[in-house]
Nanobody, 125 residues
Framework: QVQLVESGGGLVQAGGSLRLSCAAS????????MGWFRQAPGKEREFVAR????????LYADSVKGRFTISRDNAKNTMYLQMNSLKPEDTAVYYC??????????????????WGQGTQVTVSS
């Protein structure tokens, strides 16, 4: 069983930055691919970014490419999402996810093994 706890959300002005963290329980963190998803009010949950267990492979949604950076520290069992140049349309609840199969963290029919509870990010204009 893996428990995921997000933190770092908050209110920020457009153009600002935030760094989200996702802390994972357990001793097999590096064996899981990790990812971030988000859900805005009235919209479906969407893929944001993913990272392989070793951290060598990353993938981003086009909407955040060049502005967001996903990373992980396996020694600390923690994944991060550095968000720069934030826009009002980035406002959403951000969820972290873990999967043994990297390709289960995807934009189409995501099937992670575990989800976090989410953290709210609000970007004001």
């Amino acid at each position: 069983q893996v428990q995921l706890v997000e933190s770092g959300g908050g209110l920020v002005q457009a153009g600002g930055s935030l760094r989200l963290s996702c802390a994972a329980s357990g001793r097999t963190f590096s064996s899981y691919a990790m990812g971030w998803f988000r859900q805005a009010p009235g919209k479906e949950r969407e893929f944001v970014a993913r990272i392989s267990g070793s951290g060598s492979l990353t993938l981003y949604a086009d909407s955040v490419k060049g502005r967001f950076t996903i990373s992980r520290d396996n020694a600390k069992n923690t994944m991060y999402l550095q968000m720069n140049s934030l826009k009002p349309e980035d406002t959403a609840v951000y969820y972290c996810a873990a999967a043994r199969n990297l390709y289960h963290i995807t934009a189409i029919t995501p099937r992670p093994d575990y989800w976090g509870q989410g953290t709210q990010v609000t970007v004001s204009s």
